[in-house]
């Protein structure tokens, strides 16, 4: 049980486009989920944490307007990317938690973002 | 507020040898201590985790971690280390609060042949 999915994989896009990224938990509602940004050979940096049906609390230093964060039901989550640029490239992870009182976070595979 | 320093950034050990990882913690509360795993381009994958039980955690593929108070450690071990265990080992501290994870710097650990 809890598996987390993410889709797509991997994209590639072209500098000044928009790239939305899906988070979906598929066995158990997340009332809780998570986005992370993790630059090749580092730790993973969160960007914001999403409730259900409530606004995205961003971590400081990170755009609200640029990566627009949507939580509209219990098992989906989405990031967009917004006018993305080459230096958004990187590998974004999403987690849930079922907020049950166990603070455990379960992790999706992870998508490849590459901005030409 | 919490986090976690992982005392090495590189580990090469040789295949059926012991493993050890280190983590310390800073937190004002009792802590919920987590050690994941990641190979290349994947997610991660939780080892074990630490929630005010006991000390001594058992988690998946033959690894554990003990918590230590005295210490503020909770250090990953694995009697004999296997080809596939060469990956990025990552430990973390959770807010009790929030649910929020701090992410130590990571281990990379090399396994020879």
């Known amino acids: 049980g809890a598996v987390v999915s993410q889709h797509p994989s991997w994209v590639i896009c072209k500098s000044g486009t928009s790239v939305k990224i899906e988070c979906r938990s598929l066995d158990f509602q997340a009332t809780t989920m998570f986005w992370y940004r993790q630059f090749p050979k580092q730790s993973l940096m969160l960007m914001a944490t999403s409730n259900e049906g409530s606004k995205a609390t961003y971590e400081q230093g990170v755009e609200k307007d640029k990566f627009l964060i949507n939580h509209a039901s219990l098992t989906l989550s989405t990031l967009t990317v917004t006018s993305a640029h080459p230096e958004d490239s990187s590998f974004y992870i999403c987690?849930?938690?079922?907020?049950?009182?166990?603070?455990?976070?379960?992790f999706g595979p992870g998508t490849r973002l590459t901005v030409l | 507020a919490q986090s976690v320093t992982q005392l090495d950034s590189h580990v090469s050990v040789s295949e059926g040898t012991p493993v050890l990882l280190r983590c310390n913690y800073s937190s004002s509360y009792s802590p919920s201590l987590f050690w994941y795993v990641q190979h290349p381009n994947k997610g991660l994958q939780l080892l074990l985790k630490y929630t005010s039980a006991a000390t001594l955690v058992k988690g998946i593929n033959g690894f554990e971690a003990e918590f230590k108070k005295s210490e503020t450690s909770f250090h990953l071990t694995k009697p004999s280390a296997h080809m596939s265990d060469a990956a990025e080992y990552f430990c973390?501290?959770?807010?009790?609060?929030?649910?929020?994870?701090?992410f130590g710097a990571g281990t990379t650990v090399t396994v020879r042949a």
């Open positions: 987690s849930a938690s079922g907020g049950n009182g166990i603070n455990e976070q379960f």
């Open positions: 973390v501290v959770s807010g009790r609060r929030d649910y929020k994870l701090s």
